[in-house]
């Protein structure tokens, strides 16, 4: 069964760069949709962006140009960063995977989710 | 930028039934892209729970339906549990813009 696992800092200060990373276990993600999601405190789920397994990359065009996602296959990882964090983008970070026709994604499995909180 | 719509919250008492919507446009549910569903129990991540319209993934009790019709989908559980207390969302593709995936603002179900 796969499992994928964030990791990061859960405080970042303004203005710096958030990395998170997600580790998946259980299975290969050579063939796979690498996603990551955010939630606000109380609010719903917004889709940041994916990587393909191909090493294509797409992301939320509402959100801007400060998100990138990369690969490690060797380590079964993948990895998130924002630049320029603003008090906006504490949220819960989720990843996910998915595999299919890139209009018929869905999200399956998730990461249990981190905190990042922006503040100084 | 949520572009589904769905109800804040529905409720029902337990062994009834409940609906919840998700109202999209032609550049999503009604351009015939997949809708599927999840559930998000308190300070849980989200699970699958409906996926490619009306399917249900594996372990997923057959209280849970679901259906599409023009630019709407719909959750129905039935037989409702307290355990099924908790945030659903509905998902679908928008081919605007560069193309995105798109979340329903989320319904809360209460179990009363």
């Known amino acids: 069964q796969v499992h994928l696992q964030e990791s990061g800092p859960g405080l970042v200060k303004p203005s710096e760069t958030l990395s998170l990373t997600c580790t998946v276990s259980?299975?290969?993600?050579?063939?796979?949709?690498c996603l990551w999601i955010r939630q606000a405190p109380g609010k719903g789920l917004e889709w940041i962006g994916y990587?393909?397994?191909?090493?294509?990359?797409h992301y939320n065009p509402s959100l801007g140009s400060r998100f990138t996602i990369s690969m490690d296959t060797s380590k079964n990882q993948f990895s998130l960063r924002v630049r320029s964090v603003t008090g906006a983008d504490t949220a819960v970070y989720y990843c996910a995977r998915s595999r299919g026709h890139y209009t018929y994604l869905r999200f399956d499995p998730w990461g249990q989710g981190t905190l990042v909180t922006v503040s100084s | 930028q949520s572009v589904l719509t769905q109800p804040p919250s529905v409720s029902g008492a337990p062994g009834q039934t409940v609906t919840i919507s998700c109202t999209g446009s032609?550049?999503?549910?009604?351009?015939?892209?997949?809708v599927h569903w999840y559930q998000q129990l308190p300070g849980t991540a989200p699970k699958l729970l409906i996926y490619?319209?009306?399917s249900r993934p594996s372990g997923i009790p057959d209280r849970f339906s679901a259906s599409k019709s023009g630019t709407s989908a719909s959750l129905a559980i039935t037989g409702l549990q307290a355990e099924d207390e908790a945030d659903y969302y509905c998902q679908s593709y928008d081919s605007s813009l560069s193309g995105f995936y798109v979340f329903g603002t989320g319904t809360k179900v209460t179990v009363l």
């Open positions: 490619g319209d009306n």
């Open positions: 032609s550049s999503n549910i009604g351009a015939n892209y997949a």
């Open positions: 990587i393909h397994y191909t090493g294509s990359t």
């Open positions: 259980g299975g290969s993600i050579s063939s796979d949709y």
